[in-house]
């Protein structure tokens, strides 16, 4: 009985560990023109967002499209990062962090 409460403890610790881990990792995704940049960490918060060349107001859309997709792949990213550390931690593949 002792043994799973240390080992629940531990795995807690571990869990810890984790997201101070994933609050430090930054990782940058770009859109395909490479128009906007986006930087976030494990945690999903985003740190930085870089918009280059001038907006114009024909290039209104696209860099919405280019911000929501870039947001979007920043997410999953975050997700597929935090997912890993789990698995490393647990030896399992959680749902819904894969």
Do not use: C, H, W
Not at 20 to 25: C, H, I, Q, Y
Not at 44 to 68: D, F, M, N, P, Y
Not at 79 to 89: F, L, P, T
Request: charged content about 30%.
């Amino acid at each position: 009985m002792f043994d799973k409460i240390k080992g629940l403890m531990e795995m807690q610790k571990k869990m810890q560990q984790a997201k101070r881990e994933l609050e430090s990792t930054a990782f940058e995704v770009a859109s395909p023109d490479g128009l906007v940049k986006l930087t976030m960490n494990g945690s999903q918060e985003v740190s930085a967002l870089t918009i280059q060349g001038e907006l114009t107001e024909a290039g209104k859309r696209a860099l919405e499209q280019a911000l929501k997709d870039v947001y979007n792949k920043a997410i999953k990213r975050s997700q597929d990062i935090a997912a890993a550390k789990m698995k490393e931690i647990t030896g399992l593949n959680i749902p819904g962090l894969s």
